[in-house]
């Protein structure tokens, strides 16, 4: 069965700083990895993902994530965090047959502090 | 391009009674997956379809709750008796394609409270 682990329950950085939100994974066979963005009362926003390729995804808002086989981690990074970037992340993994069933983390919360 | 949407947002009821959430995905997209999300917790799947067909309904507790996705489009998801332990955030989300590099676009979500 396939898990997600979000080790950190909240994170904090300063603005400006850079920011990581940790997530590891288990699955049997490659992965395929996720990152959503939840506001408050609004549903999920995709970030990035990782399929095959190069380790290292670019995604949206200037968010990406790194892809770790050895240590079947997909970390969130952020050179410069904003303010505005405060919000709960969620990392997940999806089955690689057919059906593509989504598993999730738990989320963690990232406030950025000006 | 219109997003996926969700009705109601909110609704509070009372333990035992019934309750459905109705769902709009965008179109054209062939996967419809409705998730329970409970506070603190990330999204857990209950049922996924493809077109009108189920896929997926293995953590669906079928004694209480039913989905449908008539004509392949809209879907409703249903809970009857409700407890309280299904109070939670119901997430509708699509994909073009049920594959699993396909990304998932997720609406506002249902807001549910049972007393």
């Known amino acids: 069965a396939q898990s997600v682990a979000q080790p950190e329950d909240q994170v904090n950085v300063a603005e400006g700083n850079p920011l990581t939100v940790k997530c590891t994974y288990s699955?049997?066979?490659?992965?395929?990895l996720f990152w959503y963005v939840q506001y408050p009362n609004r549903g999920l926003q995709f970030l990035l993902k990782?399929?095959?390729?190069?380790?290292l995804v670019k995604g949206s808002y200037g968010f990406e994530a790194e892809f770790n086989k050895s240590q079947t981690s997909f970390h969130l990074k952020k050179p410069s965090a904003l303010v505005s970037d405060s919000a709960l992340y969620f990392c997940a993994v999806r089955d690689t047959t057919n059906a593509g069933k989504s598993t999730f983390g738990d989320g963690t919360t990232l406030t950025v502090k000006p | 391009e219109a997003g996926v949407a969700q009705s109601p947002r909110y609704k509070i009821i009372e333990k035992r009674q019934s309750v459905a959430f109705w769902c709009n995905p965008i179109?054209?997209?062939?996967?419809l997956y409705w998730y329970q999300q409970i506070l603190g917790q990330g999204p857990k799947l209950l049922i996924q379809?493809?077109?009108?067909?189920?896929?997926?309904d293995s953590q669906l507790p079928k004694d209480r709750f039913s989905a449908e996705r008539l004509k392949g489009v809209d879907s409703t998801l249903k809970i009857q008796p409700a407890k309280l332990e299904d109070s939670a955030v119901y997430l509708c989300?699509?994909?073009?394609?049920?594959?699993?590099?396909?990304?998932?676009?997720f609406g506002p979500g249902t807001r549910l409270t049972v007393l």
């Open positions: 179109s054209g997209h062939a996967t």
């Open positions: 379809f493809q077109n009108n067909g189920v896929v997926d």
């Open positions: 989300a699509s994909s073009l394609i049920q594959t699993g590099t396909d990304t998932q676009y």
């Open positions: 990782y399929i095959t390729g190069d380790n």
């Open positions: 699955v049997s066979g490659n992965p395929y």
